[in-house]
């Protein structure tokens, strides 16, 4: 069975610096890999997806992910961070062969929190 | 505008009273479900349906019931049965091909005391 597992539970940084979301995803055949964006007391959002071709994906906001399938990875990333970005962000995988292409499995999820 | 409407935002009831939670589409998406979420866990699936008159029970569908008798609608009961009913309940829909892009609800926060 798919998992995924989000190595930071919190990242607190400061306002227009980078930041980097970790997510590694246990290895599959094939996989869909996504980031979703949860504001406070609101439901998900989704930020981007990787389907298939290239291996950098953009997504809305100015958020990005790398695709990397030797390290089982996809890490979130945006270079310079704004206040209105303090959320909490959601890795998942869907595997598009296994026996339900319903699912889609939820990482425990990364608080992020901008400090000005 | 198209979306998903859950209701209400916030739910109060007594242990030992079953609930029901709305949740409703206008995006003609064939697919619809319902996740329980905790502080700490992430999301997890309850229920599934991908057709109407028809749903799958999640990885947590104990305590839970749910039916599909319209295809907008996918109100999800919290029963007594349920042992930890307090949690962020979120309903989500999606094209029945295109399971992995779900849209979410803005979801309802269920307090049992």
Redesign the interface.
Known sequence: AQSVTQLD?QVPVFEEAPVELRCNYSSSVSV?L?W?VQYP??????LL?Y?SGSTLVKGINGFEAEFNKSQTSFHLRKPSVHISDTAEY?CAV?D?LGS?????I????TRLSIRP | DGGITQSPKYLFRKEGQNVTLSCEQNLNHDAMYWYRQDPGQGLRLIYYSQIVNDFQKGDIAEGYSVSREKKESFPLTVTSAQKNPTAFYLCASSMRDRAYEQYFGPGTRLTVT
């Open positions: 539970s869909y996504f979703y007391n609101q439901g998900l959002q989704l997806k389907l959601f869907s598009p339900s292409a319903s699912k889609i939820f990482g425990s999820g």
